[in-house]
């Protein structure tokens, strides 16, 4: 079964600064789809970027962006200009074409420090 | 997307009795599953709600204690049963919309309790 590693339990990051959040996985795909979420303190978990493994093309949504190194099987959220209201963990995830299964990290926790 | 309602947000239960927990989707899904979360951890998924015949459950989780409904392509319900402390937790319905490269959408939860 594949594998989502979030080695960073916790992040801090101080107010209108970048952060990076890590996220590794382990596959024997060559076609797969990855996901970073939020989830604010006691509220629903959202969608915040995706990313198909055939696009080379790193994905941008505004202020979050990913560094995808598929050789590396990488895929790091970086989120610039930070903002209180991005306070939250944040969870890497994986899918798989080929099945129904999502694979999540243990989640990164991150505090935006005014 | 999907607009997902889950109920009850919250509910604090006396030890061996059951919930039920509803989710609908505001439009067909292809799959709709069941998670666990404790606060602060990463989910666990329960089991796959199937429609029109028995959910698939991950290891460690049973039928008997979690029975799932799943009678069409908008609706789903997770039964947690005999409920005892350990049960306390927070219950999540996801649902993925046709198509290899689409995410999960959630529910906003279900915090549970027991007393």
């Known amino acids: 079964a594949q594998t989502v590693t979030q080695s960073q339990p916790e992040m801090s990051v101080q107010e209108a600064e970048t952060v990076t959040l890590s996220c590794t996985y382990d596959?024997?795909?060559?076609?797969?789809?990855l996901f970073w979420y939020k989830q604010p303190p006691s509220r629903q978990m959202i969608l915040v970027i995706r990313?198909?493994?055939?696009?080379?093309q790193n994905a941008t949504e505004n202020r979050f962006s990913v560094n995808f190194q598929k050789a590396a099987k990488s895929f790091s959220l970086k989120i610039s200009d930070s903002q209180l209201g991005d306070a939250a963990m944040y969870f890497c995830?994986?899918?798989?074409?080929?099945?129904?299964?999502?694979?999540f990290g243990t989640g990164t926790s991150l505090t935006v420090i005014p | 997307s999907a607009v997902i309602s889950q109920k009850p947000s919250r509910d604090i239960c006396q030890r061996g009795t059951s919930l039920t927990i509803q989710c609908q989707v505001d439009?067909?899904?292809?799959?709709m599953f069941w998670y666990r979360q404790q606060p602060g951890q990463s989910l666990t998924l329960i089991a796959t709600?199937?429609?029109?015949?028995?959910?698939?459950?991950e290891s460690g989780f049973v039928i008997d204690k979690f029975p799932i409904s799943r009678p069409n392509l908008t609706f789903s319900t997770l039964t947690v049963s005999n409920m005892s402390p350990e049960d306390s937790s927070i219950y999540l319905c996801?649902?993925?919309?046709?198509?290899?490269?689409?995410?999960?959408?959630f529910g906003d939860g279900t915090r549970l309790s027991i007393l």
């Open positions: 996801s649902v993925v919309v046709a198509g290899p490269n689409q995410p999960q959408h």
């Open positions: 990313q198909e493994a055939y696009k080379q």
């Open positions: 995830a994986y899918r798989s074409p080929t099945g129904n299964q999502f694979y």
């Open positions: 439009s067909q899904v292809t799959m």
């Open positions: 596959t024997s795909e060559s076609d797969y789809y």
């Open positions: 709600a199937n429609q029109g015949s028995e959910a698939t459950y």
